[in-house]
């Protein structure tokens, strides 16, 4: 079973940046696609980025489209999310996921990730 331990999350001001990281175990982190998704509170996990194994093609949530980046260094095992230009809605715990990389197109539902990591905390003040 794959791993992962996000970092990165704190506290910021509105309109700055932050860049969170998602260390994978083992040696199949290229074999899967990775996402990112938040969740705050009473509410639903949600979708933010999605990048496919190889790295050659992303997906974004509407919310954060122009504003973060995602990607992922496999030699590394490493996914990243840039996070630029945060609002204080983007406030939320951000969880990297893992889902089997035969799928396409990248998938963006919650129920089609497999591994999940604990989480880190963004919290963005006004």
């Known amino acids: 079973q794959v791993q992962f331990l996000e970092s990165g999350g704190g506290l910021v001001q509105a309109g700055g940046s932050l860049r969170l990281s998602c260390a994978a175990s083992?040696?199949?982190?290229?074999?899967?696609?990775m996402g990112w998704f938040r969740q705050v509170p009473g509410k639903e996990r949600e979708f933010v980025a999605a990048?496919?194994?190889?790295?050659?093609?992303?997906a974004y949530a509407d919310s954060v489209k122009g504003r973060f980046t995602i990607s992922r260094d496999n030699a590394k095992n490493t996914l990243y999310l840039q996070m630029n230009s945060l609002k204080p809605e983007d406030t939320a715990d951000y969880y990297c996921?893992?889902?089997?990389?035969?799928?396409?197109?990248?998938?963006?539902?919650?129920?089609?990730?497999?591994?999940w990591g604990q989480g880190t905390q963004v919290t963005v003040s006004s």
């Open positions: 996921a893992a889902a089997f990389g035969r799928a396409w197109p990248i998938p963006v539902k919650t129920d089609s990730y497999s591994y």
């Open positions: 990048i496919s194994w190889s790295g050659g093609g992303t």
């Open positions: 083992g040696r199949t982190f290229s074999t899967y696609h």
